[in-house]
Nanobody, 124 residues
Framework: QIQLVESGGGLVQTGDSLRVSCAAS????????MAWFRRALGKEREFVAA????????HYADSVKGRFSASKDNTNNILYLQMDNLKPEDTALYYC?????????????????WGQGTQVTVSS
């Protein structure tokens, strides 16, 4: 079973950049489709970005496309989410997740390993 631990969240201002990380242990991230989700206060968990298990194709939610970039360091077993031009509506608890599916999944039910989350707060 893969274990995931997020870090790197914080308080930033509108327009700033931030990179959050997800350190994996127990299994290699190269063997999973990896994703980022977020949950804002009072809202449902929503898909942000994913990297396909084979080939490394990425997929993004429309709300972050062009501003966020997901990447995976297979050597160090870390998943990253680079967030640029942050907006107040990006404020949320950000989670990384792992799925054994070979295709990209945007539904959280398809992921069976989750981290505890890291808080990102964007002030206006």
């Amino acid at each position: 079973q893969i274990q995931l631990v997020e870090s790197g969240g914080g308080l930033v201002q509108t327009g700033d950049s931030l990179r959050v990380s997800c350190a994996a242990s127990g299994r290699a991230v190269s063997g999973y489709t990896m994703a980022w989700f977020r949950r804002a206060l009072g809202k449902e968990r929503e898909f942000v970005a994913a990297i396909q298990r084979i080939g490394g194709d990425t997929h993004y939610a429309d709300s972050v496309k062009g501003r966020f970039s997901a990447s995976k360091d297979n050597t160090n077993n870390i998943l990253y989410l680079q967030m640029d031009n942050l907006k107040p509506e990006d404020t949320a608890l950000y989670y990384c997740a792992a799925s054994e599916d070979y295709s990209i999944q945007i539904m959280p039910e398809k992921y069976n390993a989750w981290g505890q989350g890291t808080q990102v707060t964007v002030s206006s």
